[in-house]
């Protein structure tokens, strides 16, 4: 990057996708205008993306859509970025969602607070005994090849299809906790348990915290976006739902200025580092 000129970002965004309960592309334009601020911004489609990372200092992944929809290109990007040593944000390295949902099963196994979960019929006996199961793609996203499956059918699952099984939990709500690297800023829950993105500020307890961070903490990634989402069980414990490493929605527009400004900043200073990072 030349002396004085300003890092160039590459913003990975489908805006055409449309998402449930959500306007991912209002979302990318508002943050793109703030980035523009300290920032050359250009937006492009995930498509599009492998192509041009060699021309920019950032290439930040945002509201870009699950890649179950384009998985070859993917692959190809993530293949590209890494051999050229590309920034790219949030780190290809993470460990949760953008490596499929095997960290579901690793987290179960070592005993992590996490919806239990298993991918073999003869692992069943180690989730608890519930009247309905969720059974869910290892590759999937935004609930695409989600299904509930009733106990007593639980033997026509197939599990040669890469599938997850996991009790369906009745909880009290959902309540998600946004970090930019490790740093926490905000938290947002659905009250509704039928209504997961009609959401509402939260503000988080210390256990709450303590919670979410050791998520954070096991996923080892320096810079990104992540979003730990969890249900309240009706013990009144929390459960790790997902962990989002790659393209988590933010849901920006409903929290306050202040609220936001401090993200937005947040963001900034660690694109600015990363940047400029030798």
């Given amino acids: 990057m030349p002396a004085g000129a300003q890092p160039r970002v590459l913003l990975v965004t489908d805006l055409a996708y449309q998402a449930r309960g959500r306007r991912y592309c209002d979302e990318d334009i508002q943050l793109a205008a703030r980035l523009r601020e300290d920032f050359d911004v250009a937006l492009c489609h995930p498509l599009d993306a492998a192509a041009l990372l060699d021309s920019f200092d950032v290439v930040l992944v945002r509201n870009s859509g699950p890649v179950l929809n384009y998985r070859a290109e993917y692959e190809d990007f993530r293949a590209r970025a890494l051999e050229r040593g590309a920034r ?3 780190q290809l390295t993470g460990r949760a969602d953008m490596a499929g949902k095997q960290y ?10 996490v919806i239990p979960t298993v991918d073999r019929a003869e692992d ?14 290892k590759l999937g996203a935004d609930s695409i090849g989600l299904r509930i499956v009733p106990r007593e059918q639980l033997g026509t ?10 009790p369906l939990i009745r909880f009290a709500y959902e309540v998600s906790f946004y970090f930019v690297d490790d740093a926490f800023q905000y938290a947002l829950h659905a009250p509704e348990p039928e209504q997961r993105w009609r959401l509402e500020p939260y503000e988080p ?8 961070r050791r998520f954070i903490a096991w996923n080892t990634v320096e810079h990104g976006i992540q979003r730990v989402d969890a249900c309240r069980t009706p013990e009144g414990g929390l459960l790790l739902v997902e962990l989002e490493d790659l393209n988590p929605y933010l ?25 400029t990072r030798p």
């Fill in 157 to 166: 699952v197939r599990y040669d299809e890469d599938v997850l099984v996991q």
């Fill in 88 to 90: 790219v944000y949030t």
């Fill in 104 to 113: 579901l099963l690793d987290l179960t196994a070592a005993g992590y607070p």
């Fill in 205 to 212: 307890t210390a256990a709450d915290l303590e919670f979410a």
């Fill in 251 to 275: 849901s920006l527009d409903l929290v306050d200025e202040a609220t936001r400004d401090r993200f937005v900043a947040a963001l900034k200073a660690s694109l600015h580092t990363l940047a």
């Fill in 124 to 137: 069943l006996p180690r989730l608890p005994v519930v009247p309905e199961y969720v059974v869910k793609p």
